[in-house]
């Protein structure tokens, strides 16, 4: 129950709890539609079929990093978040890895077929978005976890 002088964001938790699934189902369609455009275009090697992996890529990279942005912005809004342990250091350096895993096979993805130039820009596309993610999400989150006791 929330007092009168307390405000209630359980309404906007919803909302972004809501805004995380469709990220992760368009996130999931983008992975899906990259896999089966590669696998299935009879001429992947083409100027278009490269630069349409490479729009989904960016389009992957967007919703992963967006769907990694959801949490730790939640976690503010809540009254109460324990203190950090090694259990949730594991558990948080495991979202990430498997974050950056995922990420990874989108760059992997195209060499097997010898789309070298697919691979590169998706691999400036992953650093960019490891980058941003240190900086903007995961580097404030451990501000912020470090003030709760």
């Given amino acids: ?86 259990g949730i250091n594991t558990f948080n350096s495991l979202i990430l890895l498997s974050h950056v895993g995922l990420e990874s096979v989108i760059v992997l993805m195209p060499l097997v077929w010898g789309l070298i130039y697919v691979a590169l820009a998706s691999g400036v596309l992953l650093a960019t978005s490891i980058i941003l993610t240190n900086i903007y999400i995961w580097k404030p989150l451990w501000e912020y976890r470090k003030t709760i006791k």
Wanted: net charge negative; glycine share 2%; with cysteine.
């Fill in 1 to 86: 129950m929330v007092t009168e002088n307390e405000k209630d964001y359980s309404e906007y938790i919803q909302l972004m709890s809501n805004t995380s699934s469709v990220l992760a189902l368009l996130s999931g369609f983008t992975f899906t539609a990259f896999t089966i455009l590669l696998t299935l275009l009879p001429d992947p090697s083409s100027i278009a079929s490269q630069f349409t992996l490479v729009f989904l890529a960016a389009l992957f990279y967007l919703f992963m990093y967006l769907l990694s942005w959801g949490s730790p912005w939640m976690m503010r809004h809540c009254r109460n978040v324990p203190p950090l342990s090694k």
